[in-house]
């Protein structure tokens, strides 16, 4: 089995930290700009902690289970392409080697030049296999825990998250007393999650801190406008 | 954050239905267990409208901005990658023109059967730069109009599927009734989009149209349960 040499180093954080990135970038502006805007609109706390807790609960579910059906459908459709690739390379040899040097072709290689590769996969059908899964369909074999693992970091983060927006509500009970901490707290939030997410995904940290603040501050101001101009 | 480049060619209806899948699941999912929750708690629909209205505002926009943000820095990680190569295959030929045997060697191919490939990349470097950047790093060219694209996709179909599971509440004036109908509209929806994703993405239609029941169906049912628990 071929191993894939670069690709990990390219996601300097791997799956996991881009599981946490997706479930934590949400959890920490949904819920925020919800309690922000509810708390335009009503003046107990109550109510704006039984919408949030209600909305990390359907959020958290809904992404989690989101992302193990995507990580099953792609382990899914990399076994099936895989199981066609491996018939195609038994029974229609010549096709596939045909394949193999017009993929060369597209980088200005001749036939020519290609055909010792191409006379080289011919005698190792199961490398073969794997170079046309890579190469040809540009697909990389998934991880088979990567589904349910995938699925309880994106949960997890979300409510992580969301707890952090939403803990002023729980403590205060006026609710505009309780805004302006969780505006004050979740910024603050957002600034660090978007600087350690930057560290670890290779983009500048300042610029992803400010990034990530922005999103979570127009998205809050957009829903609180709007739950107080129904209200 | 650098989203997997490959799986967009797979995803037999482009970045477009993608953008629509990822924007309208959590639109039709979080909108409803949210409302769903809230009427457990409260009996006016009014608070449910404003929390349902203030929700899809959020959501749309962190989801919105979210897709931009990573569309963009998917770019950007590729334009510096093309760069670094750009420079190695002018600088370190003779170490960029291993790594290419060393990523024949993976697949059992010797470096003399891997010669003729080398020495024809090492004459077109344009062409062994993109080699390289598909090959080695397995990234591909993103479309530079694709992150505001992607953004208001997104954000466009988190609002058609949210108004949905909302628009009972904004009809009735009974909590409970409005319950009852948003259930009713929001499974057949869920049922006809995970259907036509199916159809879309490949997957087995029907059993699509199950699993996104199944996950809006979850989602609520945990939202109703502890927005009741806390009431």
Redesign the interface.
């Known amino acids: 089995m071929?191993?894939?040499?670069?690709?990990e180093q390219?996601?300097t954080g791997g799956a996991t930290v881009?599981d946490i990135?997706?479930g934590m970038?949400?959890g920490l502006?949904?819920p925020?700009?919800?309690a922000a805007?509810?708390s335009g609109?009503?003046a107990a706390t109550?109510?704006v902690?039984?919408?949030g807790?209600?909305?990390i609960?359907?959020?958290s579910?809904?992404?989690g289970?989101?992302g193990y059906?995507a990580a099953r459908?792609?382990a899914?459709?990399y076994a099936s392409?895989l199981e066609r690739e491996r018939l195609e390379v038994r029974d229609q040899a010549a096709a596939e080697a045909d394949e193999v040097s017009q993929i060369?072709q597209t980088?200005?290689?001749?036939a020519?030049?290609?055909?010792?590769?191409v006379?080289?996969?011919r005698e190792?059908p199961e490398?073969?296999v794997?170079?046309m899964m890579?190469?040809e369909?540009?697909?990389?074999a998934p991880d088979p825990r990567r589904a349910l693992r995938s699925a309880v970091t994106i949960a997890g983060s979300y409510i992580a998250g969301g707890f952090i927006p939403l803990a002023p509500y729980m403590l205060l009970a006026d609710a505009q007393m309780a805004l302006y901490v969780s505006v004050v707290v979740t910024l603050f939030a957002l600034v660090l999650f978007g600087y350690g997410?930057g560290r670890f995904?290779?983009?500048p940290p300042i610029r992803s801190a400010l990034?990530t603040a922005v999103?979570?501050g127009?998205?809050?101001a957009?829903?609180?406008?709007?739950?107080r101009a129904?209200?």
């Open positions: 071929p191993t894939i040499p670069h690709i390219h996601f881009r990135v997706i970038s949400d502006t949904v925020f700009a919800l805007g509810l609109a009503v109550s109510i902690v039984t919408a807790l209600a909305e609960a359907a959020g579910i809904a992404m289970l989101g059906l459908s792609d899914e459709h392409e060369f980088y200005g290689l001749s020519a030049e290609s055909q010792q590769v006379l080289g996969l190792r490398a073969w794997q170079f890579r190469f369909l540009g697909l990389e997410k995904t290779g983009a990034q999103i979570g127009l998205a809050a957009a829903a609180f406008a709007i739950a129904i209200s």
